[in-house]
Structures are given as structure tokens and as C-alpha cells.
């Protein structure tokens, strides 16, 4: 399969816990991006990366957010501190630079976050 | 701020047609995207909108206006699998922007 692929799929933690999620992007991808989804609404952007560096974060992801792309090809996730409002769907997509400002994403099957 | 608003809930049957809009509150947009998801699955691409007009793909068709802020999704004859939620996002540098999508379902 040479889809995105996300581990763990699922994650249940106990507040306060910290979690890493892990994201490995389709091989000849160069953008790579984390979006956050709860139930109901739509792809909340965090995150994304254009090989390894790291070229936008938004404005609504607080410090115990972090992530990285150490070696521009899979990247992490990590949640410190974690709050029951920190429950959601976490995705993340790959695609290449595109042109145009066109950019399919790829996204993968997410990991599923709950906090206890 | 930015914002795109589509219909939370939309219902028609097999065989039908039916149209999504979705309206956006924002500058900088380079595009307007169609993503599709059914429960429990990952978003998928179904369209891309750069310039004002329509594309074509398939069963599916997205228009966008620029002067309006204004795109819509065009499904033509329905299938029961079309039964999912249907998301624009605006294409914004990297990032994509999403609605708060629109849950279709297709009745027999």
C-alpha cells in the first residue's frame, strides 16, 4: 500500500498524559500537513511542512503542540499535557508543491484520540 | 476572518441530481476544493476549482465565481454510495481551509 499511513489508529490517554502520533507520508511527497477533526465539522488545519522544514502552524495550536519532520519524510505529532478538549480525529496529509495553488491532498486514516 | 458556509444537511434520491454550494468570507483563497468523506473514513479529493467556470469529472462537477465567492458541487445521478459528507476548502498556500461540510444521504 502506498497510501499515507498514521500509527496508531487509535489512542486513549488519561488527562495530563503526553502522546505522539506518527505520520508517514506517500514516499515522493513533499508537503506533509496535520489536521485536527472532531465530530461534525470539518478538517481543522495545524500544521505542515514542506520537507523538513516546517512552513506554517496555526495560530489556534497551542505550545503543547509540537510537531516535526526531522528527515522530511515521516513526521510526529506530540501532545503534552493532554486535555479532554484535546479529543478528536487527528489527520494528516502529503502532497507535492504543486502549481497553480493546486495541491491534492492525500490524507490517511487518522488517529482517534480520547482523553479520559 | 475566514470562513466557507455550505448546507449541513442535504437528502435526495437515486438517480437525482443535486447541488452543494458553498460561499467563503476570505482573501487569498487560490482555489476552491471538493473533498468527500464517508463515516469513519479519511477525506478524498473530488475536484479542484482555480479559475471561475466548471470542471467536469465524471458524475461530479464543481463551479466557482470568484466575483460571488461562490462554488457549488454538481452530483448527477446519484448512487446510494454517494451517501457521505462533502467538504469545500479554500486553497490557501499550503494549507487547505474547510466548511463545515454537508451530509448528504440518498434515498432509495
Known amino acids: 500500500d502506498t497510501g499515507v499511513s498514521q500509527d496508531p489508529r487509535h489512542k486513549i490517554t488519561k488527562r495530563g498524559q503526553n502522546v505522539t502520533f506518527r505520520c508517514d507520508p506517500i514516499?515522493?511527497?513533499?508537503?506533509l500537513y496535520w489536521y485536527r477533526q472532531t465530530l461534525g465539522q470539518g478538517p481543522e488545519f495545524l500544521t505542515y511542512?514542506?520537507?523538513?522544514?516546517?512552513?506554517?502552524k496555526s495560530r489556534l495550536l497551542s505550545d503543547r503542540f509540537s510537531a516535526e519532520r526531522p528527515k522530511g519524510s515521516f513526521s510526529t505529532l506530540e501532545i503534552q499535557r493532554t486535555e479532554q478538549g484535546d479529543s478528536a480525529m487527528y489527520l494528516c496529509?502529503?502532497?507535492?508543491?504543486?502549481?497553480?495553488?493546486?495541491?491534492?491532498?492525500?490524507f490517511g486514516p487518522g488517529t482517534r484520540l480520547t482523553v479520559l | 476572518g475566514q470562513s466557507l458556509e455550505q448546507p449541513s444537511e442535504v437528502t435526495a434520491v437515486e438517480g437525482a441530481i443535486v447541488q452543494i454550494n458553498c460561499t467563503y468570507q476570505?482573501?487569498?483563497?487560490?482555489?476552491l476544493s471538493w473533498y468527500q468523506q464517508h463515516d469513519g473514513g479519511a477525506p478524498t479529493f473530488l475536484s479542484y476549482?482555480?479559475?471561475?467556470g466548471l470542471e467536469e469529472t465524471g458524475r461530479f462537477s464543481s463551479f466557482l465565481s470568484r466575483s460571488d465567492s461562490y462554488g457549488y458541487l454538481l452530483l448527477q445521478e446519484l448512487q446510494m454510495k454517494d451517501s457521505a459528507s462533502y467538504f469545500c476548502?479554500?486553497?490557501?498556500?499550503?494549507?487547505?481551509?474547510f466548511g463545515q461540510g454537508t451530509e448528504l444521504s440518498v434515498k432509495p
Open positions: 476549482n482555480a479559475l471561475d
Open positions: 514516499s515522493e511527497h513533499n508537503r
Open positions: 476570505t482573501s487569498g483563497f487560490y482555489g
Open positions: 511542512f514542506q520537507n523538513e522544514a516546517q512552513l506554517e
Open positions: 496529509a502529503s502532497s507535492t508543491t504543486g502549481t497553480g495553488g493546486y495541491n491534492e491532498q492525500f
Open positions: 476548502a479554500g486553497n490557501q498556500g499550503g494549507k487547505l481551509i
